[in-house]
Structures are given as structure tokens and as C-alpha cells.
């Protein structure tokens, strides 16, 4: 094992490590890491403050992320943050729906009928659209990750590089001022960049809960984000962190 790990990088490690096992105890991964049992015991225990992993008797189990029950979470702030981001879309536009629950909300309520273009990349979005009746919209396929209802392949990447999108509608997991844009699982990350990176403008859809996290996958930088659509918990801290940076606020 590598031991040159800066400890976001150890913390991604041993999420990694603990979701292909299902678990491990504190002694194995001390030893794995090559770091003391004290250490791990840390690191451990920032995974459980972030609900990414539970302790049980020396041994850490992974928590895996379920898209289903994360829809019952701050439902009305997400409704109302999905609202607000529909009402973005502008005729004859080329849209990417990100990973999540809030953009699932997003494409329930794009209008009927819209001419516009959508490209997705998970069922549950997908779902929404099919309903919608847009002028057209574009799957990325491949490996499907239930707890994400993910697409994932190399072919979904180079369908996005395809792509020259007017919007792209951005999930995360975890909004911090130091460590930036994360998520939860690394197999998220190359598509999101490739998004950000293939879309005029970004709009960031994180309801209040998401600020001060930190999860495991780095995937961007604040200052990628265009817009930030969020709800009324957030703080004026945040608020004036942002519109410093040059990103619009709108407060739902």
C-alpha cells in the first residue's frame, strides 16, 4: 500500500477500501495505511460524523449511499430548489442533468413539450424526462449503480465531450471553503468534470444541509459554479462567500 496519503486523499482510500469490502477492522487498515491505529481511529471517525460509515467493536462498515432514501430528505427544499432551476431553461437550450434527488426535481418540472435538449445519465432522471415529451433527449449508458441509479462507462464520457451544453445542473454531496466541490463516490467524479467542463454555464443545486461538508471525492472548484440555487437555511456567511467570488446567490 501507498503510504504517501495527505488525509483527503486517506479518507477517499479507506472509503474506497471499506465499499469493495463491506468493512474492516481499525488493526487491518492501521496496517494497510501504514499509519497508527490513534490515526485511523480519526479518520474513522470523520467518516461517521459524514454518515459515509459506521463503528461497531473496532471494525468500520461502509454506509453505501441510497438514492431512494436520500429522496426523503429535505423534500420541500429540494422541490422548491428544483422549481427555481426549471425556470432557468430557456427555449432551444442544451441541458445536462446531474447525479442526485434535487435534480430529479429539476426535471419534473420542466414544462411539457419544451423545445429543448437533455442529456442524462441516471434512471431516475430519466424517468422524468421520458414523461416531458422534450424535442430530445440524450442517455449515457453502461454500468448501472443502483444506490446512484448511475450510468457508467467511458462512452457516457465521450458522449459529454460531445456535447457543447448551454447548462449544466450540478449536485454535491459537500460545499466547503477549503476543500471545495465533493461527493461520495470516486466512479461520480470523471463525469461530473466532464461536465463542468463542457457547459457555458453551471448552476449548483445544494439545499442549506450541504455547506460545511466534506465528502470523500473531490470533483470541483467553487469558482466553476456560475449560480448556486438553495434554500433559506443557508448562512449569510455563505451567501457573502459567494457573491464575493462572483456567483450568483438565489435563495429559494
Not at 221 to 233: E, Q
Request: proline share 2%; glycine share 6%.
Amino acid at each position: 500500500m501507498n503510504t504517501m496519503y495527505n488525509r483527503l486523499g486517506r479518507l477517499g482510500r479507506i472509503t474506497e477500501l471499506l465499499r469493495e469490502r463491506n468493512g474492516a477492522s481499525i488493526r487491518d487498515l492501521a496496517r494497510e495505511f501504514t499509519v497508527s491505529e490513534m490515526t485511523i481511529r480519526r479518520d474513522l471517525e470523520k467518516l461517521r460524523e459524514d454518515n459515509i460509515i459506521s463503528l461497531v467493536h473496532g471494525a468500520a462498515i461502509y454506509k453505501s449511499y441510497n438514492l431512494d432514501l436520500e429522496k426523503g430528505v429535505n423534500i420541500s427544499e429540494k422541490e422548491r430548489i428544483g422549481k427555481a432551476a426549471a425556470k432557468r431553461i430557456q427555449m432551444d437550450d442544451t441541458i445536462i442533468i446531474d447525479i442526485g434527488t434535487t435534480t430529479e426535481h429539476l426535471a419534473r418540472h420542466i414544462p411539457r413539450n419544451f423545445s429543448i435538449s437533455a442529456l442524462c445519465f441516471t434512471m431516475n432522471s430519466l424517468a422524468e424526462l421520458y414523461k416531458k415529451n422534450v424535442k430530445s433527449f440524450i442517455i449515457g449508458g453502461g454500468a448501472f449503480h443502483p444506490d446512484t441509479q448511475l450510468f457508467e462507462s467511458p462512452e457516457t464520457i465521450e458522449l459529454i465531450r460531445r456535447t457543447r451544453a448551454t447548462k449544466f445542473f450540478v449536485s454535491t454531496a459537500g460545499i466547503n471553503r477549503k476543500l471545495e466541490l465533493t461527493t461520495v463516490n470516486f466512479y461520480e467524479v470523471a463525469v461530473k468534470q466532464t461536465c463542468i467542463q463542457h457547459a457555458d454555464q453551471k448552476f449548483l443545486l445544494a439545499d442549506s444541509t450541504k455547506f460545511d461538508k466534506v465528502k470523500p471525492a473531490y470533483f470541483g472548484h467553487l469558482n466553476d459554479i456560475d449560480a448556486v440555487i438553495t434554500d433559506s437555511g443557508i448562512s449569510e456567511e455563505w451567501v457573502r462567500i459567494l457573491e464575493n467570488m462572483g456567483i450568483e446567490v438565489e435563495i429559494v
